[in-house]
């Protein structure tokens, strides 16, 4: 304990997961806020590092301003704007589809990509999300290009999403089902792959040294930090249990049972 003490008490960034690290649904967890604050008076600086796409940055921001968390758009760095930068550099095609929220569509958009959510015959790219609004007219295009061999990408393959009342299917849980009818994957671009780290570490403006990232999945968020070099957190509050974590062959650096812990060893 003295050594996890003494190492976040050195990192200057911190790369926060939200859903099960922060809170659950619309309930913040103890001492979020105060952890928040123990970060800025250290003169350290945080990054909420999501894979949940089904939010632009826009709807993250307020809300968690409902929540009554401080943020700021400069805050956040997602599994979309991720994916927007591996567009810009790696995809020159014509148009894409995206299997996602209206509010994924519209960051997309935002970012300058031609994106539909109709079927089309120039589409060459499938984009998916973790699509709350997700109907069988999407799953049904889905199969239809996925069958014409367009480009297959994915924001996350995170099983589950985390909520009050248990777990949702999140975008891995849907890329399976689809290829189960198709037999092709997806190339995932957020966490566990390292460039959603090294992305936002560069950023923030900061070495990898500083950085030290903080979540509740094991397959994700420790093993993006694992990935990217950088030290690592998991937390016992959202999807992982310590059963899971015994079982895991991917390790934290550090494990405690909840963001009130790392408060604890941060406060003065």
């Known amino acids: 304990m003295d050594e996890m003490r003494e190492t976040l008490r050195r990192k200057k960034l911190f790369l926060l997961d939200m859903d099960g690290t922060l809170y659950l649904d619309d309930d913040v967890f103890d001492h979020c806020l105060d952890f928040l604050s123990a970060i800025k008076r250290r003169g350290g600086r945080y990054l909420y590092l999501t894979n949940n796409s089904s939010k632009s940055v826009d709807k993250y921001v307020e809300k968690m301003t409902r929540l009554g968390i401080p943020a700021a758009a400069d805050d956040f760095f997602t599994s979309t704007d991720a994916a927007i930068v591996y567009l810009k550099e790696n995809w020159h095609g014509k148009k894409i589809y995206a299997l996602g929220t209206r509010s994924f569509r519209e960051q997309l958009i935002k970012a300058g990509f031609p994106i539909t959510d109709r079927l089309e015959d120039d589409i060459d790219c499938l984009l998916m999300g973790f699509d709350t609004e997700l109907t069988f007219q999407k799953l049904e295009d889905a199969c239809i290009l996925l069958g014409r061999g367009v480009t297959y990408l994915a924001t996350n393959p995170d099983w589950v999403c985390p909520t009050a009342y248990g777990y949702v299917p999140d975008c891995g849980s849907v890329s399976q089902m689809l290829f189960n009818a198709t037999k092709r ?49 998991l937390v016992f509050s959202g999807e992982t249990t310590r059963e899971d974590w015994k079982k895991s062959e991917v390790k934290p650096q550090f494990t405690c049972g909840s963001i009130a812990d790392i408060w604890e060893m941060l406060r003065d």
């Not at 992305?199 to 930090?225: H, S």
């Open 185 to 233: 994957k997806p190339y995932f671009i957020g966490k566990p792959e390292p460039a959603i780290a090294h992305l936002a570490i560069r950023k923030a403006g900061y070495a990898p040294e500083d950085a030290v990232l903080i979540g509740d999945r094991i397959y994700t968020d420790i093993a993006c930090g694992v990935n990217a070099g950088i030290s690592t957190v």
